[in-house]
C-alpha cells in the first residue's frame, strides 16, 4: 500500500466524518428549534 492512497483514503474519511458531523448537526438544531419554539 502506497502512501499517497493511504492519504487519499485518509482525506474521504475525514470528508465523511465532517459530512456527518454537519448533518448531525443541522438535524440537532432543527429539533432543539422545533421543541424550544413548541415549549
Do not use: D, P, T
Not at 19 to 39: D, E, P, Q, T, W
Amino acid at each position: 500500500m502506497s502512501s499517497a492512497s493511504f492519504k487519499e483514503s485518509k482525506s474521504k474519511i475525514f470528508l465523511v466524518i465532517q459530512f456527518v458531523c454537519k448533518h448531525i448537526f443541522r438535524n440537532y438544531k432543527v429539533y432543539y428549534l422545533i421543541n424550544v419554539g413548541s415549549a
